[in-house]
């Protein structure tokens, strides 16, 4: 698998992907937005593109499917739910199913919160040298958790990142819909100012362009995403001072950090 990131230079800063077989040379476009853009990449590194997945149906993920389908004749695949949202799926997508192209496998996590039709793309160990790649599109980003402001829901976020994201392996590489990195981190610090992965992480984005952001593992994301860190004494004590009428399971804490960084 060989995965092109390309930042989209918009306000809403989106990245878009184009994630090749080497082998066959076909290709899926994930989430374009640019699709011209996205064709013309898929032409220069000699892939023709088969399939355009939709992570969900927000304008900034699905902009570009009809340039790309009038270029090259590309099937559209999104959840099943999202047909009657997304104009011209071709094929519904559930949880559990696999898109196979030449050597390509994605593995279909349903992943409701940002949107109820939600999915993100999983690979394999196996199916990529070794490396598992999630594709998570607004679901969980660099140091943070997708909102849910434009029709999602909290508490299927949560649920959502306790069933499928949490017990992902340390080694999974994340490639996520936006750059929101910078941001996402100092807001991360506001939550614990003592996290010196946020600190060194903050460094480095400040002097990273951003067409070449790192690629960062679920791992390293472990060390500072607030999201993935429910169980940090930092992160609890500060809420406790701050709400001292807030409960303390894990859904409280996730829920709280959501309404944080929204009003943030
Ligand atoms: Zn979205």
Redesign the pocket.
Known sequence: MKVYRRYMHNSLRNFNYLIGCETTREAIALDPLDGEAMVRLAEQEGYRIRFIINT?E?HD?VEGNPAVVAATGAQVLAHKNAIARIPGVDRGLSAGDTVELGSLKLRVLHTPG?TPVHVCLLVAAEDNGGTPALFSG?TLFNACAGNCR?GGDVDEMYDTFVSQILSLPDETLLYPGHDYMKNNLAFALTREPDNTDARYWQAEVAATGEDDMPLMTLGQERLYNPFLRLHSEAIRQKLKEEFPALGMGDRDVFRALRRLRDEW
């Open positions: 969900h927000h993920h940002h607004d434009n």
